[in-house]
């Protein structure tokens, strides 16, 4: 477990850009190895859980970058009175989700190009990709 004081998930990306320019990183060389490399959280798993308490329902500026695949539990309870109960019905919950990273239920991909850089789903003209399962007429830019 993690806790944070006085955190900023977007002050944390904006340093972490800073410290690559101060470090003369090249562009090019910037992959999300290097970068997470430079956050506060470099040699920390990111997250698969974030407990949300207070019944709150919103990121809160927390751990933007590392969050990227993570399961949200959102809890009623307040922090100070969530307990050993609660938080195993946490983990219940999350161990009862299907896990896709960014894969749609089909093994699509959400959003975003495969491994060997092609775009799933077929791409629109406008350089988006229609996701399957979404709305129709929801599209996810790439």
């Known amino acids: 477990m993690n806790v944070a004081f006085n955190y900023g998930g977007r002050a944390e990306i904006i ?9 003369g990183i090249a562009p090019e060389q910037i992959d999300e ?3 997470s490399s430079y956050l506060y959280t470099d040699g920390v798993p990111d997250p698969d859980l974030i407990v949300r308490t ?8 927390f751990l933007l970058w590392q969050a990227a695949y993570a399961e949200y539990y959102s809890t009623p309870r307040h922090w100070p009175d969530f307990g ?3 938080l195993a019905e946490a ?5 009862g989700r299907e896990r896709r990273y960014g894969s749609l239920p089909d093994g699509g991909m959400s959003g975003s190009a495969l491994p060997n850089g092609t775009i799933p ?10 996701d399957a399962g979404r709305p129709e007429g929801l599209r996810t830019t790439v």
């Open 54 to 61: 207070a019944g709150e329902m919103r990121l809160s500026n």
């Open 91 to 95: 983990i219940g919950a999350f161990a």
């Open 121 to 130: 789903n077929g791409s629109a003209p406008n350089g988006s990709v229609a």
């Open 33 to 35: 190895r290097t970068f």
């Open 84 to 86: 050993k109960a609660e």
């Open 15 to 23: 340093e972490a850009t800073r410290r690559m320019i101060r470090d």
